[in-house]
T-cell receptor, first 113, second 117 residues
Framework: KAGVTQTPRYLIKTRGQQVTLSCSPISGHRSVSWYQQTPGQGLQFLFEYFSETQRNKGNFPGRFSGRQFSNSRSEMNVSTLELGDSALYLC????????????FGPGTRLLVL | AQKITQTQPGMFVQEKEAVTLDCTYDTSDQSYGLFWYKQPSSGEMIFLIYQGSYDEQNATEGRYSLNFQKARKSANLVISASQLGDSAMYFCAMREATTDSWGKLQFGAGTQVVVTP
């Protein structure tokens, strides 16, 4: 079974631009969670989607948004990029978002200049 | 408040030796899950082992075992017979079974392990 895939793997943007990251979960998984990883803040939860609905959201500004499609693929969007948005963005999928294991993709490294 | 505490920022271990990575957690929930992940320099988070709060037996997965002490709120990872490929950052994480924790893993700061020949 194919793992979680994320595209693109690397991205360079400038301040003020917007970016869209994509995540395809493991086949059959309906829950997709997004995390931001930075050296200073560590791993922080962004949001979780299940059956096209956002069920949970972390403490991030409204510039961070996401959505999930009927095939469970998910996208996250960051508008008006700031230097501090430079990070590794990780997507994880699980069957239903309960206590079952989340499996992570390889991540998207975003650099904001 | 920090929910997951990993007190060891980094450690060296010799090849073929065992290593214990410490993790303590804080929750008032009765139902929760504890996870360990490995993150090599490539960045991908690799799942290692899971322990449920109601599991009476300590979890084991190959060379990985989890020393679960519920009363102490401790979930230490033991890696037996370390290999050079075990060099990575290791994260302890918890998922609480509450509706405001849907899909949300809470991670510790991680422990950097370097395996030496």
């Amino acid at each position: 079974k194919a793992g979680v895939t994320q595209t693109p793997r690397y991205l360079i943007k400038t301040r003020g631009q917007q970016v869209t990251l994509s995540c395809s979960p493991i086949s059959g998984h309906r829950s997709v969670s997004w995390y931001q990883q930075t050296p200073g803040q560590g791993l922080q939860f962004l949001f979780e989607y299940f059956s096209e609905t956002q069920r949970n959201k972390g403490n991030f500004p409204g510039r961070f948004s996401g959505r999930q499609f009927s095939n469970s693929r998910s996208e996250m969007n960051v508008s008006t990029l700031e230097l501090g948005d430079s990070a590794l963005y990780l997507c994880a999928s699980s069957l239903a978002g309960g206590l079952e294991t989340q499996y992570f993709g390889p991540g998207t490294r975003l650099l904001v200049l | 408040a920090q929910k997951i505490t990993q007190t060891q920022p980094g450690m060296f271990v010799q090849e073929k030796e065992a290593v214990t990575l410490d993790c303590t957690y804080d929750t008032s929930d009765q139902s929760y899950g504890l996870f360990w992940y490995k993150q090599p320099s490539s960045g991908e988070m690799i799942f290692l082992i899971y322990q449920g709060s109601y599991d009476e037996q300590n979890a084991t997965e190959g060379r990985y075992s989890l020393n679960f002490q519920k009363a102490r709120k401790s979930a230490n990872l033991v890696i037996s017979a370390s290999q050079l490929g075990d060099s990575a950052m290791y994260f302890c994480a918890m998922r609480e079974a509450t509706t405001d924790s849907w899909g949300k893993l809470q991670f510790g700061a991680g422990t950097q392990v370097v395996v030496t020949p």
